[in-house]
Structures are given as C-alpha cells and as structure tokens.
T-cell receptor, first 110, second 114 residues
Framework: DAKTTQPPSMDCAEGRAANLPCNHS???????VYWYRQIHSQGPQYIIH???NNETNEMASLIITEDRKSSTLILPHATLRDTAVYYC???????????FGPGTRLSVLP | SAVISQKPSRDICQRGTSLTIQCQVD?????MFWYRQQPGQSLTLIAT?????????ESGFVIDKFPISRPNLTFSTLTVSNMSPEDSSIYLC???????????FGSGTRLTVV
C-alpha cells in the first residue's frame, strides 16, 4: 500500500504557484520523499526528491516539514503543460520499487 | 538520467494471443521494473527483473501469464500471454540508472485486446 495521502484533485491558475501537499506520517528515518508526474498518455516523469532538507531544481521546489510527516511540491509558475497527475512517494533509496498511490490530478486553468 | 526506449508504443491484439513488449535502457542497470496501469488507475508493479535471475512477481501476477526475460543489463521483455480484454492496459518499464535518483520510465505500451 502507498504510504502517502494526497488530495485527489486541485486547480491552479496559469502563472500562479501550484502547491501540492502530501502527508506521509509513517515515514521512517531513512526514507526519501519522491515526486513524479504523469502527463496524459506518457510515462511518469521524475520531478524531485529529498530526505529532510528543502530541495529546488529547475522544475520545482520540495518543502519537507521538520518532523518529515508532510511535504509540499511547489511549481512556482504553473503553465498549461503542467496539467498532470502528481504522485508523492516515500521510499528507501537503492533498489526498492516505487509504490504509486492515486496521486493528485492538477489542472492548470487559463 | 537514463533514456528508456519501449516498443511497441501501442497495439491492438486478438484475445488468446500473446504480445511481447521490449524495453531498452541506454545504460547498464541492475534492476528493471514492469508496471501495469489500467484505464483511469494508478500504476501497479507487476515484477522486478534482475539480470541473471528469475523475475520476482508481485501478488496477483504470475510468470505463466507475464513471462519476463532479462538477458543483459540494458534490456528486458515482458510478454502478456493468452490475452483477454481485461489485459487492456498501459504497460510501462522503468529502471534506476544509478545513485539515489528517481527511476526513469519508458513511454509505455498501450495494449487493447479485442
């Protein structure tokens, strides 16, 4: 079973920041938080991952709470092409498969 | 990150036949994974394929139905055998190229069984 809880859907206006929450209250000390997204009819795309520090790359920022029981993926300036299902996954590094929950369906609206 | 080529991208097959899906990675990887995504659903892991050993199947998936080959560190195949309409899904392969990075996924094979 997936170890995360995400809202089933969210809307965001184009050009605004999209903040996608994820709860992972049972995360263990050495499990990472990964985010993927799946645009319609494509394979999942890796976005970002982190352990306990906030992370930023060219796609997004990941904010992890101090107790690590929740996190937020931030798309700073959402575009229509960011419309996708976003998956939050917790996992040990190296070798363990990814368990996908239902994710959050983000709709970016013009 | 690694690039994964998966083919065919889609196929329409008759029930009772079999389809073999190929997955090629542009770098050597220890483990490859095969997922199924049924219409409107999330991804479900079918099996993990290590080079040189038999694949490890998840609950609900059996080797007779989904035989997997892993002849080397860059290639794997998944066969969907004796297909029925319930096998209509997207099948995806994935691999971790190295380090603690996210897995890369192929673009998927959209299978329709009629």
């Amino acid at each position: 079973d997936a170890k995360t809880t995400q809202p089933p859907s969210m809307d965001c206006a184009e050009g605004r920041a999209a903040n996608l929450p994820c709860n992972h209250s049972t995360i263990s000390g050495n499990e990472y938080v990964y985010w993927y997204r799946q645009i319609h009819s494509q394979g999942p795309q890796y976005i970002i991952h982190g352990l306990k520090n906030n992370e930023t790359n060219e796609m997004a920022s990941l904010i992890i709470t101090e107790d690590r029981k929740s996190s937020t993926l931030i798309l700073p300036h959402a575009t229509l092409r960011d419309t996708a299902v976003y998956y939050c996954i917790v996992r040990l590094p190296y070798g363990q498969n990814f368990v996908f929950g239902p994710g959050t369906r983000l709709s970016v609206l013009p | 990150s690694a690039v994964i080529s998966q083919k065919p991208s889609r196929d329409i097959c008759q029930r009772g036949t079999s389809l073999t899906i190929q997955c090629q990675v542009d770098s050597q990887v220890t483990m490859m994974f095969w997922y199924r995504q049924q219409p409107g659903q999330s991804l479900t892991l079918i099996a993990t394929a290590n080079q040189g050993s038999e694949a490890t199947y998840e609950s609900g998936f059996v080797i007779d139905k989904f035989p997997i080959s892993r002849p080397n560190l860059t290639f794997s195949t998944l066969t969907v055998s004796n297909m029925s309409p319930e096998d209509s899904s997207i099948y995806l392969c994935s691999a971790q190229p190295g380090g603690n990075y996210g897995y890369t996924f192929g673009s998927g094979t959209r299978l329709t069984v009629v």
